[in-house]
């Protein structure tokens, strides 16, 4: 399998470590808006080679992995699937716009792509895709984050949110998902996964709350419908260099990654 990697910070720069050892991988390339970011870690691989850009790529790849921001994902999906190439999508918030969602889904159909959306930083959303196909009547996702988290996040200035005087936990956001994937474009990609997954952006309440004491990421998922009631708590150890990502959604990359190569699906 050739893949590239598009994005070189935490989760792809884990991502690729875990992708050089594979031995069903043959080539890994990879690419960042920071060329050197990308040239710096091909340097530490065996199979890992830094390009200026994606496109030129897509005639050799057989899987594209979206590690980078909503933005980048919106712009390149359409690109991608359109070619007829897998993509694996981490900023899943780049999903949130129904038209759009409905338009690329189309198109991959009609190449015969697949998108590919790990579980990420939350667990729970097995037993949300099985209740999916009964009636669901309530999903909430309430995520606590440590306040530096959410550093220079426009939301909180614009509603005069300082966090530096948060000293206790404090609800900052309340309202549907769809909103709050606008708001929180690199901090809540969960709640798109689960909004997806589930009964809808506009359906889909979202708490965010940001606690000065915690030094996880966590996020607790209820899901209420005729089949019963789902409650799941995931508290994420985030990275050292970049607090608003946790290590799961890593790790998440590198399972689904595995499955695809191995093509093993137990647990779906």
Same mark, same amino acid.
């Given at each position: 399998?050739?893949?590239?990697?598009?994005?070189?910070?935490?989760?792809?720069?884990?991502l690729a470590e875990a992708a050089d050892e594979m031995a069903?991988?043959?080539?890994?390339?990879?690419?960042?808006?920071?060329?050197?970011?990308?040239?710096?870690?091909?340097?530490?691989?065996?199979?890992?080679?830094?390009?200026?850009?994606?496109?030129?790529?897509?005639?050799?790849?057989?899987?594209?992995?979206?590690?980078?921001?909503?933005?980048?994902?919106?712009? *390149?999906? =359409? %690109?991608? &699937?359109?070619?007829?190439?897998?993509?694996? /999508? +981490?900023?899943?918030?780049?999903?949130?716009?129904?038209?759009?969602?409905?338009?690329?889904?189309?198109?991959?159909?009609?190449?015969?792509?697949?998108?590919?959306?790990?579980?990420?930083?939350?667990?729970?959303?097995?037993?949300?895709?099985?209740?999916?196909?009964?009636?669901?009547?309530?999903?909430?996702?309430?995520?606590?984050?440590?306040?530096?988290?959410?550093?220079?996040?426009?939301?909180?200035?614009?509603?005069?949110?300082?966090?530096?005087?948060?000293?206790?936990?404090?609800?900052i956001y309340e309202g549907t998902a769809r909103e709050a994937?606008? *708001?929180? =474009? %690199?901090? &809540?990609?969960?709640?798109?996964?689960?909004? /997806? +997954?589930?009964?809808?952006?506009?359906?889909?309440?979202?708490?965010?709350?940001?606690?000065?004491?915690?030094?996880?990421?966590?996020?607790?998922?209820?899901?209420?419908?005729?089949?019963?009631?789902?409650?799941?708590?995931?508290?994420?150890?985030?990275?050292?260099?970049?607090?608003?990502?946790?290590?799961?959604?890593?790790?998440?990359?590198?399972?689904?990654?595995?499955?695809?190569?191995?093509?093993?699906?137990?647990g779906i």
């Amino acid at each position: 399998m050739r893949l590239a990697i598009i994005g070189c910070g935490s989760i792809g720069g884990e991502l690729a470590e875990a992708a050089d050892e594979m031995a069903e991988v043959k080539r890994i390339y990879l690419t960042d808006q920071r060329g050197l970011a990308a040239e710096a870690l091909a340097s530490r691989l065996k199979k890992a080679v830094a390009i200026r850009s994606i496109e030129p790529e897509l005639y050799h790849c057989d899987l594209v992995i979206e590690a980078a921001s909503q933005a980048a994902a919106g712009d *390149l999906i =359409p %690109k991608v &699937v359109g070619r007829g190439v897998d993509m694996m /999508i +981490m900023s899943v918030s780049a999903l949130a716009d129904d038209d759009y969602r409905k338009n690329v889904y189309e198109t991959a159909r009609n190449t015969g792509a697949r998108i590919l959306v790990p579980s990420g930083a939350v667990c729970g959303t097995d037993g949300l895709s099985s209740a999916s196909v009964g009636r669901i009547d309530e999903v909430e996702l309430t995520t606590t984050k440590n306040p530096e988290s959410l550093l220079d996040v426009p939301y909180l200035k614009d509603n005069g949110i300082d966090i530096s005087k948060i000293d206790r936990p404090t609800v900052i956001y309340e309202g549907t998902a769809r909103e709050a994937v606008k *708001l929180f =474009p %690199k901090n &809540v990609n969960v709640a798109a996964t689960v909004s /997806i +997954m589930g009964i809808g952006f506009d359906r889909t309440k979202v708490k965010i709350v940001l606690d000065p004491a915690t030094r996880s990421n966590s996020h607790e998922l209820i899901v209420k419908g005729e089949f019963g009631e789902i409650v799941s708590r995931t508290s994420n150890v985030p990275y050292l260099n970049n607090q608003s990502t946790s290590h799961l959604a890593a790790l998440s990359a590198i399972s689904a990654l595995k499955r695809v190569i191995r093509n093993d699906w137990v647990g779906i």
